[in-house]
């Protein structure tokens, strides 16, 4: 079971704003550790899409955005587009170990 | 840029041990980075393995660290996972993937995984 708790399914229109809650506790993301997320497409391996909290890879667009405070990580796509439809997880530190999300699916309505 | 490509037997029979390795291809095993493993069980979220440096350092999933050997071969460039006493639990899509880092100013290190390979499919059956 991950330590990382996500909502199952977030959806919007296109061009609607949609955000992800990633919560976690004080011995990973309260514990000051970063919080880095990744896109999975259907059928694909996860690709980089924020790290450190609010950095995007080159090639990533600037409708995807994160923040972190306290405990908690939100993930943010503004400008929802089709192509966004996939799953989402974060991803931080824990115990010595990485752990991640339980994972969210955004469907584009 | 970075390539990962993993490789193994497909299926694996209870109580087996899987064994999968991962070919590293435009850069070398030996930079400054860990390796890691994930896995992905049909239909659910992701699931650190664990990973390693190329001095041969490791460090393990302790929900896993009892079945697993990860090592590392820098002659040919490539790093590998053993996963012991297998059960059907283990069936999974097993990805390798680069540990990219960042020192942030007055911060801590951080780690996340900026290049993964396709994955494979292992099955657990008889």
């Known amino acids: 079971q991950s330590v990382l708790t996500q909502p199952p399914s977030v959806s919007g229109a296109p061009g609607q704003r949609v955000t992800i809650s990633c919560t976690g506790s004080s011995s990973n993301i309260g514990a000051g550790y970063d919080v880095h997320w990744y896109q999975q497409l259907p059928g694909t391996a996860p690709k980089l899409l924020i790290y450190?909290?609010?950095n995007r890879p080159s090639g990533v667009p600037d409708r995807f955005s994160g923040s972190k405070s306290g405990t908690s990580a939100s993930l943010a796509i503004t400008g929802l587009q089709a192509e966004d439809e996939a799953d989402y997880y974060c991803q931080s530190y824990d115990s010595n170990h990485y752990v991640f999300g339980t994972g969210t699916k955004v469907t584009v309505l | 840029q970075v390539q990962l490509q993993e490789s193994g037997p497909g299926l694996v029979k209870p109580s087996g041990t899987l064994s999968l390795t991962c070919a590293v291809s435009g850069g070398s095993i030996s930079s400054s980075n860990w390796w890691s493993w994930v896995r992905q069980p049909p239909g659910k979220g992701l699931e650190w393995i664990g990973e390693?440096?190329?001095?041969?350092?490791?460090n393990y999933n302790p929900s896993l660290k009892s079945r697993v050997t990860i090592s590392v071969d820098k002659s040919k460039n490539q790093f590998s996972l053993k996963l012991s006493s297998v059960t059907a639990a283990d069936t999974a899509v097993y990805y390798c993937?680069?540990?990219?880092?960042?020192?942030?100013?007055?911060?801590?290190?951080?780690?996340?995984?900026?290049?993964w390979g396709k994955g494979t499919t292992v099955t657990v059956s008889s």
């Open positions: 993937a680069r540990v990219g880092w960042e020192l942030p100013p007055g911060g801590l290190y951080y780690y996340y995984m900026d290049v």
């Open positions: 390693i440096y190329h001095s041969g350092s490791t």
């Open positions: 450190g909290n609010s």
